[in-house]
Antibody, heavy 124, light 111 residues
Framework: QVQLVESGGGAVQPGRSLRLTCAVSGFTFSRYGMHWVRQAPGKGLEWVAAISYDGRNKYYADSVKGRFTISRDNSQNTMYMQMNSLGGDDLAVYFC?????????????????WGQGTLVTVSS | QSALTQPRSVSGSLGQSVTISCTGTSSDVGGYNFVSWYQHHPGKAPKLIIYDVSQRPSGVPDRFSGSKSGDTASLTISGLQAEDEADYYCCSYAGSHIQDVFGTGTEVTVL
């Protein structure tokens, strides 16, 4: 069955960096676009970034553009998010999610499978 | 890109129906038939329940239905069950430079 497992979250000081990992199984990872979505405490879901199935196309929310970098390793069935210059607004649970449709150059919703999330805490 | 607007909460009795609205603009909800809905029980993975405005993934009960009129999409849950108590989020494609935008979220309470 399809599984997405996030890791790499934790406590970090403002201005520091963190790298999140999403390990997947149960589907042909190299054919699907992938996304990061976050949820701040007490808030709603926020789309953060997306990457096409082949890694050529990447998209970011304005709130993270220039600070976060999404990437993937299709040989390892793994997606990453490098997060730099972290601030208090980045405190959230970060979910990875899978495109429903395969082989799209431009990844977008719907997201048919999600992980359970990893918590990123930013505090001095 | 601003979040789509949803009511903060809705409630209904067991067996009744509730409808959740999701209001955007002509740049997102009104401009594309790419609205999806997600059910989220806190602490768990969100679940896709409607995509492309009104399509149900396999395994999702037909109690869940979606529609759209202009810049507003709606999710209706008919025959409310106790397990439907959760947070619900709409999401719309918003163009190639913005990608996707979520709604503010609605808490559904089953009385």
């Amino acid at each position: 069955q399809v599984q997405l497992v996030e890791s790499g979250g934790g406590a970090v000081q403002p201005g520091r960096s963190l790298r999140l990992t999403c390990a997947v199984s149960g589907f042909t990872f190299s054919r699907y676009g992938m996304h990061w979505v976050r949820q701040a405490p007490g808030k709603g879901l926020e789309w953060v970034a997306a990457i096409s199935y082949d890694g050529r196309n990447k998209y970011y929310a304005d709130s993270v553009k220039g600070r976060f970098t999404i990437s993937r390793d299709n040989s390892q069935n793994t997606m990453y998010m490098q997060m730099n210059s972290l601030g208090g607004d980045d405190l959230a649970v970060y979910f990875c999610a899978k495109d429903k449709w395969s082989d799209r150059d431009y990844p977008r919703s719907p997201f048919d499978f999600w992980g359970q999330g990893t918590l990123v805490t930013v505090s001095s | 890109q601003s979040a789509l607007t949803q009511p903060r909460s809705v409630s209904g009795s067991l067996g009744q129906s509730v409808t959740i609205s999701c209001t955007g603009t002509s740049s997102d909800v009104g401009g594309y038939n790419f609205v999806s809905w997600y059910q989220h029980h806190p602490g768990k993975a969100p679940k896709l329940i409607i995509y492309d405005v009104s399509q149900r993934p396999s395994g999702v009960p037909d109690r869940f239905s979606g529609s759209k009129s202009g810049d507003t999409a709606s999710l209706t849950i008919s025959g409310l069950q106790a397990e439907d108590e959760a947070d619900y989020y709409c999401c719309s494609y918003a163009g190639s430079h913005i990608q996707d935008v979520f709604g503010t979220g609605t808490e559904v309470t089953v009385l």
